[in-house]
């Protein structure tokens, strides 16, 4: 699995945890991992090979991680979008922000220009074309404030 393929897989339980219970994300995180297993081409068509146990727990701790720091990442997103509210932001456009967010912020295995790149990525695939700019302004004033480490 490709680290696009993994952020694919986090940014979609990320998602989830808009329409299911802070207690129940660890039974989603699961399910989804074991959906994927069972059928790659539904839930990531294209990907490059079969998921393994390392995918799997890359997976898990940056879901967990993620989520562990929503009400931070969200503090960081509002401040960094200049008076949006994040409950304002499409459910979509805001697990793309927390997951990239997380990465600016807190993942130094990931360059900050990748994690932007993929973010953009994701949203045009998952997102309406406005929304393409306002991650890519968001993200880009998290980057330029330095918050890294």
Request: proline fraction near 3%; aromatic fraction near 8%; hydrophobic fraction near 40%.
């Given at each position: 699995m490709t680290r696009s393929e993994a952020r694919d897989s986090i940014f979609r339980i990320v998602f989830r945890e808009a329409f299911f219970p802070a207690e129940g994300m660890e039974e989603q995180t699961e399910e989804y991992l074991t959906m994927l297993g069972e059928e790659p081409e539904v839930f990531l068509p294209g990907m490059q090979k079969e998921i393994e146990e390392s995918d799997r727990e890359y997976i898990r701790t940056k879901v967990d991680a993620i989520l562990e720091k929503t009400e931070e990442l969200d503090r960081m997103l509002e401040?960094?979008?200049?008076?949006?509210?994040?409950?304002?932001?499409?459910?979509?456009?805001?697990?793309?922000?927390?997951?990239?967010?997380?990465?600016?912020?807190?993942?130094?295995?990931?360059?900050?220009?990748?994690?932007?790149?993929?973010?953009?990525?994701?949203?045009?695939?998952?997102?309406?074309?406005?929304?393409?700019?306002?991650?890519?302004?968001?993200?880009?004033?998290?980057?330029?404030?330095?918050?890294?480490?």
């Open positions: 401040e960094a979008s200049r008076d949006w509210k994040m409950n304002r932001v499409g459910k979509a456009e805001l697990a793309i922000l927390r997951v990239a967010a997380y990465e600016l912020r807190f993942d130094d295995d990931i360059p900050d220009k990748v994690a932007i790149n993929e973010a953009l990525e994701l949203a045009k695939k998952y997102c309406d074309e406005k929304a393409v700019p306002f991650i890519n302004g968001v993200l880009n004033q998290l980057y330029e404030s330095g918050l890294k480490g």
